[in-house]
Nanobody
Framework: QVQVVESGGGLAQAGGSLRLSCAAS????????MAWFRQAPGKDREFVAG????????YYADSLKGRFTISRDNAKNTLYLQMNSPKPEDTAVYYC????????????????????WGQGTQVTVSS
């Protein structure tokens, strides 16, 4: 089991940058596939970015590729999301999610497949 806590949200200027962090508890963080999702007011939660347990393969929502970068540091039990050139439409609550890999390389972008979630961190991008 793992617990995750997001941090780093807040107010950002369009065109600036922001980095979100997700601190995980437990000694098996390296066994989990990790992902960031977001939910804007009145919209469904959507996949933002993900990374396999090994950190070697990353995935992005097509609309965000090139602006956002996901990374993980298994030694620090921490997941990151670097947001460059954010836009007002990136305003949302951002969630960190974990799914145990069970030794599999299979990765999913479906929020229902993730077992552990943080409380979320609000990101507001002003124009």
């Amino acid at each position: 089991q793992v617990q995750v806590v997001e941090s780093g949200g807040g107010l950002a200027q369009a065109g600036g940058s922001l980095r979100l962090s997700c601190a995980a508890s437990g000694r098996t963080f390296g066994s989990y596939h990790m992902a960031w999702f977001r939910q804007a007011p009145g919209k469904d939660r959507e996949f933002v970015a993900g990374v396999r347990w090994s950190g070697g393969t990353t995935y992005y929502a097509d609309s965000l590729k090139g602006r956002f970068t996901i990374s993980r540091d298994n030694a620090k039990n921490t997941l990151y999301l670097q947001m460059n050139s954010p836009k007002p439409e990136d305003t949302a609550v951002y969630y960190c999610a974990a799914r145990h890999s069970d030794g599999s390389m299979w990765f999913t972008r479906v929020d229902g497949d993730y077992d552990y979630w943080g409380q979320g961190t609000q990101v507001t991008v002003s124009s």
